[in-house]
Structures are given as structure tokens and as C-alpha cells.
Nanobody, 122 residues
Framework: QVQLVESGGGLMQAGGSLRLSCAAS????????MGWFRQAPGKVRECVAY????????YYADSVKGRFTISRGNAKNTVYLQMNSLKAGDTAVYYC???????????????WGQGTLVTVSS
């Protein structure tokens, strides 16, 4: 089992920045690829970024490329999502997830956090 707890969400004006953190506990964190997903009201959950277990490879959705950065600190069992130049369209609940398969599909992730709300005002 892996337990994931997100933090760092909140209300921000458009153009601002937030950094989300996801703290992991339980099984060996470094065994898992990590993803950040988001879900806006009435929309499907989408992957915004993922990072391999070693941190050597990353993926970003086109909608956040150049604005968001995913990173991980295996020594701290934490994965981060730095979000810059926020837009109203980034408003959503953000979830971190852990899985052994490198994927942008939510079904391929085994463990999920409870989510943290990001609201961007225009």
C-alpha cells in the first residue's frame, strides 16, 4: 500500500503560481511512477504530468506544457507540481497518483491521494 497526501492548493489570481506537493508513505516510493491529474466539474479526470520512478523522464499535457513542472524527491518521498502562469482553465481538483506502468491514463494508476482544490480567478 502507498498512502498519498496532497497539499498546496488554494485560490490564486490568473498569472500567479502555486506549488503542489504530494507526500507518500507506505511501500517504497521510488518503485513507482508518479502522475498529477486534475478534474474540473463536469469533466473527466485528465493527466497533466507524470514522472518516471527515477525522475529521468517526464510528460506534460499540451495544455500545461511550458507552464507546469513536475519533479520528485525520492529521499523525501515527495512529488511536486510547480504551476506558473495559472489560467482560469486550470481550476480543478488536483490528484497525485502512483503506479508501476508509465501512463497518462488514470486507470493505470493504483494509488491515489484525496485531492487538493486549485481555484484560479480571472
Amino acid at each position: 500500500q502507498v498512502q498519498l497526501v496532497e497539499s498546496g492548493g488554494g485560490l490564486m489570481q490568473a498569472g500567479g503560481s502555486l506549488r503542489l506537493s504530494c507526500a507518500a508513505s507506505g511501500r517504497t516510493f521510488s518503485d513507482y511512477n508518479m502522475g498529477w491529474f486534475r478534474q474540473a466539474p463536469g469533466k473527466v479526470r485528465e493527466c497533466v504530468a507524470y514522472i518516471t520512478w527515477g525522475g529521468g523522464s517526464t510528460y506534460y499535457a499540451d495544455s500545461v506544457k511550458g507552464r507546469f513542472t513536475i519533479s520528485r524527491g525520492n529521499a523525501k518521498n515527495t512529488v511536486y507540481l510547480q504551476m506558473n502562469s495559472l489560467k482560469a482553465g486550470d481550476t480543478a481538483v488536483y490528484y497525485c497518483a502512483a503506479g508501476v506502468q508509465l501512463s497518462a491514463f488514470a486507470d493505470d494508476y493504483t494509488y491515489w491521494g484525496q485531492g487538493t482544490l486549485v481555484t484560479v480567478s480571472s
